[in-house]
């Protein structure tokens, strides 16, 4: 399974509405999480089974799709939202991630 | 507090070898897998290897298939990467990870919930 990630960086303001698409190769039903990572920092969690918030992630945060075609929303960018966003795909070895989408500032 | 700290990182000459150290304290270490996930400077993340609870199950990506090997010991809440015959291309900063089984909608996942900090290895001459 290959997973492309697009774009693969953008540029936005406070308060807008982002939107970050991840495409598999093939069919992974919903076998897809999200990472947020900031520089020098490890990933951390966000959302799994493509729409599953993970536990203490905001709600502005959510997750779409089933099959091919994933999107991660940041419904508001707040400041501490900048940074790389990576999807990965979870049903079975080896786990592939995206190669990120890096969101910055405006 | 859950936590993973990763050690035994360092510069080593093409060729050589390193043992990478995860060390895990506030929870149940033999009831999740685990994984090490490594991150080339400016790269993005790239999957290494995983070990199921019980140890009884490893898993490698193509690329380390036959050099690394992954291993834990449940009775010391550690897990382990054996890094041989290295070459420049594994110069990395070595996270391991823990994978949580999460239930949803009759389908297990098994997303990386806790993250260690990270380990670098340099391999140059």
């Known amino acids: 399974i290959q997973l492309t990630q697009s774009p693969s960086s953008l540029s936005a303001s406070v308060g807008d509405r982002v939107t970050i698409t991840c495409r598999a190769s093939?069919?992974?039903?919903?076998?897809l999480a999200w990472y947020q990572q900031k520089p020098g920092k490890a990933p951390k969690l966000l959302i799994y089974?493509?729409?599953t918030l993970q536990s203490g992630v905001p709600s502005r945060f959510s997750g779409s799709g089933s099959g091919t075609d994933f999107t991660l929303t940041i419904s508001s960018l707040q400041p501490e939202d900048f940074a790389t966003y990576y999807c990965?795909?979870?049903?079975?070895?080896?786990?592939?991630f995206g190669p990120g989408t890096k969101v910055d500032i405006k | 507090e859950v936590q993973l700290l990763e050690s035994g990182g360092g510069l080593v000459q093409p060729g050589g070898s390193l043992r990478l150290s995860c060390a895990a304290s506030?929870?149940?270490?033999?009831?999740?897998?685990m994984t090490w996930i490594r991150q080339a400077p400016g790269e993005g993340l790239e999957w290494v290897s995983a070990?199921?609870?019980?140890?009884?199950?490893?898993y490698y990506a193509d690329s380390v298939k036959g050099r690394f090997t992954i291993s834990r010991d449940n009775s010391k809440n550690t897990l382990s990467l054996q890094v041989n015959s290295l070459r420049a291309e594994d110069t990395a900063l070595y996270y391991c990870?823990?994978?949580?089984?999460?239930?949803?909608?009759?389908?297990?996942?098994?997303?990386?919930?806790?993250w260690g900090q990270g380990t670098m290895i340099t391999v140059s001459s």
């Open positions: 990965q795909y979870l049903k079975s070895y080896p786990l592939t």
């Open positions: 093939q069919g992974i039903s919903s076998y």
């Open positions: 089974a493509a729409s």
């Open positions: 506030g929870f149940t270490f033999s009831k999740y897998a």
């Open positions: 070990i199921s609870g019980s140890g009884a199950a490893t």
């Open positions: 990870a823990r994978g949580d089984v999460r239930l949803r909608s009759g389908y297990y996942y098994i997303p990386f919930d806790i």
